[in-house]
């Protein structure tokens, strides 16, 4: 799996590596990162609350982090 880091995001390649291992994790173009200064701020969207919750607390793990903020929009699953 791949997934996208903004700019010189180093300090989000735990996170990434975080979510990488957890099985509901669907690597997308549509979820960013940006960590300032311990802050997680999450872009994109997101399909439930459940989704939601679940990265909150996978970036929660990781030393340093003290909060998420998740700006993402919500968006229907779709099968194609």
């Known amino acids: 799996r791949s997934f996208h880091v903004t700019g010189v995001q180093t300090c989000a390649l735990p996170i990434y590596a ?3 291992r ?3 994790w669907r690597d997308s173009v549509f979820t960013n990162l940006v960590v300032s200064e311990g802050v997680v701020h999450v872009w994109g969207m997101v399909s439930s609350t459940a989704e939601r919750d679940a990265l909150r607390i996978a970036a929660e793990r990781i030393p340093g982090v003290k909060r998420v903020e998740d700006h993402r929009t919500s ?3 779709t099968l194609f």
Request: charged share 20%.
């Open 75 to 77: 968006h229907p699953v």
């Open 22 to 24: 957890q099985p509901w």
């Open 18 to 20: 975080e979510l990488k």
